[in-house]
């Protein structure tokens, strides 16, 4: 009997600051300061599949979302930062 139970979906890409960005892109701008982890009450984990803290959130308190493969992205999408066509 085949399995129909669904794949985990996997992170492809992250939506912030009105912008769709590649893992790579959101790891930038984690590292440079644009995104940064709540000031108060932080998680002290998991960290996601890429390193990111999963409570990430820009400099204005937004969060930061996830987009996963499961997603309605059939044919992938262009990061806005890099332009690099994602998965």
Same mark, same amino acid.
């Given at each position: 009997? *085949? ?9 492809? /890409? ?10 790579? =892109? +959101?790891?930038?701008?984690?590292? +440079? /300061? ?6 108060? *009450?932080p998680k002290l ?11 990430? =959130?820009? +400099?204005?308190?937004?969060? $930061?979302?996830? $987009? ?7 044919? /992938?999408? +262009? =990061? ?5 066509l994602q998965p």
């Open positions: 009997m *085949p399995d129909r139970r669904r794949p985990n979906p996997s992170i492809i /890409g992250y939506a912030f600051n009105a912008a769709l960005c590649c893992p790579n =892109c +959101t790891i930038y701008a984690f590292s +440079t /300061g644009e995104l940064r982890r709540p000031i108060l *009450p984990e998991p960290l996601d599949q890429h390193g990111l803290p999963e409570d990430m =959130c820009n +400099t204005y308190d937004e969060p $930061v979302n996830p $987009v996963f493969s499961t997603d309605d992205y059939p044919d /992938g999408f +262009t =990061c806005d930062e890099c332009g690099e």
